[in-house]
């Protein structure tokens, strides 16, 4: 299966390349060709803010595998100027082959904390933050949950609870959860990870990291705690296992058989498509040790130009001004990690609200899976999404946890030195 998407993203790039060649300098001028990972609504937003270029531009949906994508486009000799990455892992891949071009941003450009450290090779800047995703947070319907947990163990009793009375038939299944996309169980590790062991995060990306340390072990000894509750998703684990992201989603607004799911401020895509009312769902921080605490994960997409496109430096360059999402931000769905645009400017006030609290939070930290090397990053049935998934089906079925976590820490060290990231 895995190869068969591979080819057929291998034929998808020589046909856009191809094409590039036929159609790029009609018109007079050549368009700056950006590839994207992005479809529907993103797609058609982020030709409207590229719409607003002062120079022709092509965006080309490379699909899911935009990785499979530019490599083929790289041996035909028919790169784009312009990529728009789902993880800063690539851009330090691509820019350790020299595919990459320097880059300067607009004057005043900035992101929060450390993630442009991120896209810096070799004391160079390689790639600039486009898009930003908030990754802390649970979804809820306030006639379904008046009152939220403010804390772990809270959420924890609170799952308990109403574990036990879906079992009696009583009312929903505490948390939906979409373990078919091994992505969100590392959304989950990643949120605990940063809460269990702030200074072990960011070390876990790097060559040395321990993947067998107390910091992994604590963080899915906490996990298996929540998983493991009878009656915590609806129709069980394994239809968890065979549930995906959107589905997810619908279980709390629109079916109502959950209570509660955790995800990214994308989830409101879904909600917009499938709440059952206009009393759309509320939110709250994945909740910490601490009450009121609780950890900040981010997600992104990163620009980059390729070698030998002046061109596309420029739109990159462009990209990073505070005015060039405007189309965007007025139509809502859009988070911009440049912590210049005005709050003002977002007409989405959910984006508005969970913009401020990126700036504000005291360590955002860039999702992990997106920053491990190679195959161990993870994709569908591989890395460690594949291992989340093995991890989440032994806590639900009964495994003990200490039996768990040690198969899930063998088989993550495994990964990590196969890729050459840790042990």
Same mark, same amino acid.
Request: charged share 20%; glycine share 12%.
């Given at each position: 299966?895995?190869?068969?998407?591979?080819?057929?993203?291998?034929?998808?790039? &020589?046909?856009?390349?191809?094409?590039?060649?036929?159609?790029?300098?009609?018109?007079?001028?050549?368009?700056?060709?950006?590839?994207?990972?992005?479809?529907?609504?993103?797609?058609?937003? #982020?030709?409207?803010?590229? &719409? $607003?270029?002062?120079?022709?531009?092509?965006?080309?949906? *490379?699909?899911?595998?935009?990785? *499979?994508?530019?490599?083929?486009?790289?041996?035909? $000799?028919?790169?784009?100027?312009?990529?728009?990455?789902?993880?800063?892992?690539?851009?330090?891949?691509?820019?350790?082959?020299?595919?990459?071009?320097?880059?300067?941003?607009?004057?005043?450009?900035?992101?929060?904390?450390?993630?442009?450290?991120?896209?810096?090779?070799?004391?160079?800047?390689?790639?600039?933050?486009?898009?930003?995703?908030?990754?802390?947070?649970?979804?809820?319907?306030?006639?379904?949950?008046?009152?939220?947990?403010?804390? %772990?163990?809270?959420?924890?009793?609170?799952?308990?609870?109403?574990?036990?009375?879906?079992?009696?038939?009583?009312?929903?299944?505490?948390?939906?959860?979409?373990?078919?996309?091994?992505?969100?169980?590392?959304?989950?590790?990643?949120?605990?990870?940063?809460?269990?062991?702030?200074?072990?995060?960011?070390?876990?990306? !790097?060559?040395?990291?321990?993947?067998?340390?107390?910091?992994?072990?604590?963080?899915?000894?906490?996990? /298996?705690?929540?998983?493991?509750?009878?009656? /915590? +998703?609806?129709? =069980? /684990?394994?239809? /968890?296992?065979?549930?995906?992201?959107?589905?997810?989603?619908?279980?709390?607004?629109?079916?109502?058989?959950?209570?509660?799911?955790?995800? =990214?401020? #994308?989830?409101?895509?879904?909600?917009?498509?499938?709440?059952?009312?206009?009393?759309?769902?509320?939110? +709250?921080?994945?909740?910490?040790?601490?009450?009121? $605490?609780?950890?900040?994960?981010? =997600?992104?997409?990163?620009?980059?130009?390729?070698?030998?496109?002046?061109?596309?430096?420029?739109?990159?360059? %462009?990209?990073?001004?505070?005015?060039? #999402?405007?189309?965007?931000?007025?139509? $809502?769905?859009?988070?911009?990690?440049?912590?210049?645009?005005?709050?003002?400017?977002?007409?989405?006030?959910?984006?508005?609200?969970?913009?401020?609290?990126?700036?504000?939070?005291?360590?955002?930290? +860039?999702?992990?899976?997106?920053?491990?090397?190679?195959? #161990?990053? !993870?994709?569908?049935?591989?890395?460690?999404?594949?291992?989340?998934?093995?991890?989440?089906?032994?806590?639900?079925?009964?495994?003990? &946890?200490?039996?768990?976590?040690?198969?899930?820490?063998?088989?993550?060290?495994?990964?990590?030195?196969?890729?050459?990231?840790?042990?």
């Amino acid at each position: 299966m895995r190869g068969g998407l591979r080819r057929r993203t291998l034929l998808r790039a &020589a046909v856009a390349g191809t094409a590039t060649a036929a159609t790029g300098c009609s018109g007079g001028e050549r368009a700056v060709q950006v590839a994207v990972v992005w479809s529907g609504t993103e797609l058609e937003r #982020f030709r409207e803010v590229v &719409a $607003g270029y002062p120079a022709p531009v092509q965006v080309v949906s *490379a699909g899911n595998d935009i990785d *499979a994508f530019l490599r083929a486009r790289h041996l035909a $000799g028919t790169s784009p100027d312009v990529a728009i990455l789902p993880r800063p892992g690539l851009v330090t891949e691509y820019a350790e082959r020299g595919w990459l071009s320097p880059l300067t941003p607009a004057a005043g450009y900035a992101v929060p904390g450390d993630l442009g450290d991120l896209l810096t090779v070799g004391g160079q800047r390689v790639g600039v933050w486009v898009k930003a995703a908030h990754k802390s947070l649970f979804w809820h319907l306030p006639s379904v949950l008046a009152q939220p947990p403010t804390s %772990w163990d809270e959420l924890v009793a609170l799952t308990r609870r109403l574990g036990a009375r879906a079992r009696r038939g009583l009312g929903p299944a505490p948390l939906a959860i979409g373990a078919a996309d091994g992505w969100v169980l590392t959304d989950w590790f990643e949120n605990v990870l940063a809460d269990v062991a702030p200074d072990g995060y960011d070390a876990l990306a !790097g060559p040395d990291a321990d993947w067998q340390g107390a910091p992994v072990r604590d963080t899915l000894d906490r996990l /298996a705690e929540i998983w493991s509750v009878d009656g /915590a +998703f609806p129709g =069980g /684990a394994r239809r /968890a296992l065979l549930t995906q992201y959107e589905e997810s989603v619908i279980q709390v607004v629109r079916a109502r058989r959950a209570a509660m799911v955790f995800e =990214g401020d #994308f989830v409101d895509d879904v909600v917009h498509r499938f709440q059952r009312d206009s009393a759309g769902p509320s939110t +709250f921080r994945f909740p910490g040790a601490q009450p009121g $605490g609780g950890p900040l994960i981010v =997600g992104g997409d990163v620009a980059v130009a390729f070698a030998g496109a002046d061109a596309g430096v420029e739109l990159v360059r %462009w990209l990073t001004d505070a005015a060039a #999402f405007r189309p965007w931000l007025r139509a $809502g769905g859009y988070l911009s990690p440049n912590i210049t645009v005005p709050l003002d400017g977002y007409a989405d006030p959910v984006r508005r609200r969970l913009a401020a609290e990126m700036r504000t939070a005291d360590t955002p930290r +860039f999702d992990l899976s997106d920053r491990l090397p190679g195959p #161990f990053t !993870g994709s569908d049935g591989v890395g460690i999404w594949r291992m989340m998934q093995d991890f989440f089906a032994d806590v639900t079925s009964g495994v003990p &946890a200490a039996e768990a976590v040690r198969r899930a820490t063998g088989q993550l060290a495994a990964a990590a030195r196969s890729a050459g990231g840790g042990r």
